[in-house]
Nanobody, 115 residues
Framework: QVQLVESGGGLVQTGGSLRLSCAAS????????VAWYRQTPGKQRELVAS???????NYADSVKGRFTISRDNAKNTVSLQMNSLKPEDTAVYYC?????????WGQGTQVTVSS
């Protein structure tokens, strides 16, 4: 069983920055990719960024150059540094890990960007 807990969301003005963190339980966290997704009401959850166990990263086109995903395997954490935030980044952000075909999600953290 993997437990994921997100933190770091909040309210920020356009152009501001936030740093989200995802803390995980279990050593298996270190050997699997981790992703950040986001969701707004009435829309499907969308992939924002992902990072493999080896540190290779992938980003949605909408956040490239503004967001940076990183991981600290010693601390079982993954972070998402979000810069130059826009109102369209407003969403609930979820940490995700897929292990042996099972999807694990955190409870989500709200990010609100005011214009």
């Amino acid at each position: 069983q993997v437990q994921l807990v997100e933190s770091g969301g909040g309210l920020v003005q356009t152009g501001g920055s936030l740093r989200l963190s995802c803390a995980a339980s279990g050593s298996i966290f270190r050997t699997n990719a981790v992703a950040w997704y986001r969701q707004t009401p009435g829309k499907q959850r969308e992939l924002v960024a992902s990072i493999t166990s080896g540190g290779a990263t992938n980003y949605a086109d909408s956040v490239k150059g503004r967001f940076t995903i990183s991981r600290d395997n010693a601390k079982n954490t993954v972070s998402l540094q979000m810069n130059s935030l826009k109102p369209e980044d407003t969403a609930v952000y979820y940490c995700n890990q897929r292990i042996f075909g099972n999807n694990y999600w955190g409870q989500g953290t709200q990010v609100t960007v005011s214009s």
